[in-house]
């Protein structure tokens, strides 16, 4: 018999999830007890191997890209395209949102909605905290942003000194190589992992929950189908002279474990793997880009906050000015790098958004009870935004192999 592409099973696990989590919308709690600890092991299983990997792989990328000038025009590409891609996605954003008219039809009474709101942090204090005064903490708490550029610094420190700096480099070089097939080993949990995720949510979050908010659901599904199609096909075809299709099917089980996680972080060993072996992108750029594009790219974040955000100013009845609307798209695209790659950190972010134009922060609470359904979503544009930018990065670079073809199943 022909063995299932792992794709193929992924997308089965999630079918089967949804399914199964539709016909359980009367047992939540069962569902919650029987299923849902298979998805947590599995999730256990991909954070258990995120911090050696991020370090390991990323201190190999700088050392890989050998130079400063070449980690630097590297390093520019890549910023340039994390913050204009960014930009054009809130400003999708607030389109839609406009053209659709989101909170339109609803009128939630302020005193109804319960202003349980977190404060975001301050943008200068994510900025000056992505130094890590103690990196082994930085590690033990899983801090991605201090580990970045925790390794980043090792990594140059390492190619500075020539020769003595070798043994340590193979040391970084070899535990990333066993991470990688760690990775591969727990990937073909997946279809498993990928059921047990999604059957809970649904079962919580069946269409009684998500009807209010049909529409807003609906604006931020459509946005970040619209994201994906228009912005990263046409810059892989322009940039890179890419086929979008090849690039969405080599994706897809990134995008599955992304949809099912809601984190750009535990999916990040997954989308590794699929620009590698599906793609053709050198190691050294793939091990640079996407932690980094994991930790500050957001797209799909930043799509939905515009949306959110004038969904919320069309509830409370607020006009909003364009210089106003300006300001949403440059604070989003602030708050988004500032979002860590875990379920739910979009939501706070947002309050940064609300602030910034003097909108209501118990809007929040609003989006809250259906947050779930849409951080699915916007993780899934958040990584593929960071997949298509290694992709370019790698064309221009000369480091992606042509001839890669999309693999039935990623290696072991
Ligand atoms: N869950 C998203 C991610 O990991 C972040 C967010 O909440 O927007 O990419």
Redesign the pocket.
Known sequence: MKKLQLSTKILIGLGAGILVGLMMQGAPAVADTWIKPFGTLFLNLIKMIIVPLVLASLVVGTCGLGDVKKLGRIGGKTIAYYLLTTAFAVTLGLIIATVSNVGGGLSIPIDTVKAEVTQAPKFIDTLLGIVPANPIKALADGNMLQIIVFALVLGGGIVAIGDKGKPLFSFFDSLAEVTYKITNAIMSFAPIGVFALITPVVAANGPKVLLPLLKVVIAVYIGCLLHMLIVYSSTLKILANFSPVKFFKGIFPAQAIAFTT????ATLPVNMKCIEENMGVSKPISSFVLPLGATVN?D??AL?QGICALFVAQVYGIDLTFAQNITIVLTATLASIG?????????IMLTMVLQSVGLPLEGVALIAGIDRIL?MA??VV??TGDASCAVIVAATENELDRSCNVKSALSS
């Open positions: 809601a984190s750009s972080t957001m799909g974040t939905y979002t860590a790659g875990v379920p739910g950190a979009g939501l951080d916007r993780t958040n990584i």
